[in-house]
């Protein structure tokens, strides 16, 4: 008897899973956090290969979601997102920095040059600044997006004593629209967690309705008979598979109903054993089938 329950699959109530979630969330700002402290201190043969692994690992927790097809594709957003951050962030800090430290001068515009060209990329202006006594203003060259200042016209700017960040106006130091830039990008990484953790939970609700419950399975061999054993309907959706001819779309299409003792992961290994894909999406009561599918059901 208790050979008999054990064999059974059990059934498991899928549970959200907010600790986990909160911990990524956690780890995405402590990784932003962590990496726009190193971004003056170390140069791309450091950081690339950090952010990596920073990648890598955040595929790996992703699909401890449920939502494992599309780890892959949240975890480079939240790459991508998160370095937008952490650059638009160091804007913010230079510009923080140069309010801070920097000193208002009169400066005259002693030549301009554009940047050169890089595909499709917009070309910022240079302009190279002087005192009134002729001496350079410190630290690299003014920059603009657009054409703004003619060669001998005069302008106040913000220069650096120490000579380390760029000469800017006033306005252009101003690191309001940096800073609630880089947290509205901090914001998108940490959204795309909460929706990776909403798309697990609603794999695990899709997979668990794809699967019939003990009483249904109970019920079902007691009216129909059917007191095959796990072996012999895996065989049976394996002779399905193999001869049940494809519908429109292409895909072949069993009734869940007559594998009462498969649960709908086991049905995707095995058909993925057999050179299919087990969809995920818009079954309607049915298990689907191909070689390609939108959202593949996990397999064991």
Not at 55 to 68: E, Y
Not at 193 to 218: E, F, I, L, Q
Request: charged fraction near 25%; hydrophobic fraction near 40%.
């Amino acid at each position: 008897m208790s050979g008999a329950i054990d064999d059974e699959p059990r059934e498991e109530a899928y549970v959200l899973p907010v600790p986990l979630a909160v911990g990524i969330g956690c780890y995405v700002l402590a990784a932003i956090a962590g990496l726009f402290l190193l971004a003056d201190d170390f140069g791309p043969a450091l950081l690339v290969p950090l952010w990596i692994v920073h990648g890598v690992l955040l595929i790996l927790l992703i699909r401890k979601l449920g939502a494992t097809e599309s780890s892959t594709y949240a975890a480079l957003f939240i790459v991508v997102t998160s370095l937008m951050s952490v650059y638009v962030a160091t804007m913010a800090r230079d510009n923080l920095t140069l309010q801070q430290r920097g000193e208002k001068v009169t400066a005259t515009v002693v030549k301009k040059w554009l940047d050169p060209a890089q595909g499709r990329k917009n070309r910022d202006y240079n302009y190279t600044l002087e005192h009134q006594d002729g001496t350079k203003v410190p630290g690299p060259a003014m920059k603009t997006p657009s054409d703004r200042y003619g060669i001998g016209q005069k302008v106040t700017v913000l220069e650096d004593p120490l000579g380390e960040l760029r000469p800017q106006t006033p306005g252009q130091a101003n690191a309001t629209g940096e800073s609630l830039g880089s947290g509205a990008l901090a914001l998108a990484a940490l959204g795309a967690v909460g929706w990776m953790t909403w798309r697990g939970s609603d794999a695990a609700r899709r997979r668990d309705r794809g699967k019939p419950s003990a009483g249904m399975r109970k019920a079902y061999k007691a009216v129909t008979g059917n007191h095959t054993t796990r072996e012999e309907q895996e065989e049976k959706l394996r002779e399905a598979l193999r001869t049940y001819p494809a519908d429109r779309r292409g895909y072949v299409k069993v009734q869940p109903e007559d594998y009462p003792d498969l649960p709908q992961q086991r049905a995707a290994r095995i058909a993925w054993e057999m050179g299919l894909r087990a969809e995920a999406m818009g079954n309607r009561g049915s298990w689907r089938f191909k070689e390609t599918v939108i959202e593949e059901v996990p397999h064991d």
